[in-house]
């Protein structure tokens, strides 16, 4: 297996910042550099506002970099997940027990915190338009990634046949993270570790409405097994998680 190259260190953004040496800042303006910050609202109101400025830059309009400008933010966030007062929402017809909590929608990019019981599969499933940052803030997960092949039907076209490519596989623990963009990694699927996991999201739509699918395979992939480059079919399941399982 090939540990995805996006795959990064928190711990190691968060000494980056430390440096000042990528602070691009003007006088009066928020800090595009972050501290560390003791209250998710406090966070939560610096990002929006660096991350505004970078949007009228010419990086800014560039999908590659501000997911990376927003992986330094990442590191930055409060890990206290016993702080946030927002609710966790249950996820029916998954195999294993999974919540998502909305930490704070808007734009210009929303966060979301998931939280998988040990062994849950959250099956293969794109984001049409959108890219995120994905962190793990306790126990583990797997994120198995899958490029879709140009002669698939639209996601849209719930029961239309696809084919995917196993790219790579990525092992998030405490302090990791990934990315994913409207054209990289986009396609992909969750496993949770043997302790379960929590992880946060920070997401951007650059087009369409937060559209999505699963993807059903045909067959068990066994992707344990899998190389690099494997091809494997299956069709677009529509946004039921239930029928996303084999």
Not at 71 to 92: F, I, Y
Not at 187 to 202: K, M
Not at 220 to 236: I, K, M
Request: contains cysteine.
């Amino acid at each position: 297996m090939h540990r995805r190259e996006l795959l990064g260190s928190l711990a190691a953004l968060s000494a980056f910042a430390g440096t000042g040496g990528v602070n691009a800042q003007q006088p009066d303006s928020a800090p595009w550099v972050p501290a560390q910050y003791e209250s998710f609202d406090s966070w939560l109101h610096a990002a929006r506002a660096a991350s505004m400025q970078f949007l009228d830059t010419p990086a800014g309009r560039t999908p590659d970099y501000l997911i990376r400008f927003l992986a330094l933010w990442g590191a930055a966030l409060p890990r206290d997940a016993n702080g946030w007062s927002t609710p966790w929402v249950e996820l029916p017809g998954a195999n294993a027990r999974v919540e998502f909590n909305m930490l704070a929608a808007g734009r210009p990019f929303v966060v979301s915190a998931f939280r998988m019981a040990p062994g849950c599969l959250l099956p293969a499933h794109c984001h049409p338009g959108g890219g995120g940052v994905t962190m793990c803030l306790q126990g583990a997960v797997q994120l198995e990634h899958f490029h879709l092949e140009a002669d698939s039907a639209d996601f849209r076209d719930t029961g239309g046949k696809a084919k995917v490519r196993y790219e790579s596989v990525t092992h998030l623990t405490p302090q990791r993270y990934t990315l994913f963009t409207p054209t990289a990694a986009n396609l992909h699927q969750l496993r949770a570790g043997p302790d379960g996991a929590v992880g946060v999201d920070l997401l951007v739509q650059w087009e369409g409405a937060g559209e999505f699918s699963y993807f059903k395979f045909a067959s068990d992939p066994a992707l344990e097994r899998a190389a690099p480059g494997q091809r494997f079919t299956g069709t677009w399941a529509g946004m039921n998680i239930t029928d996303a399982y084999g």
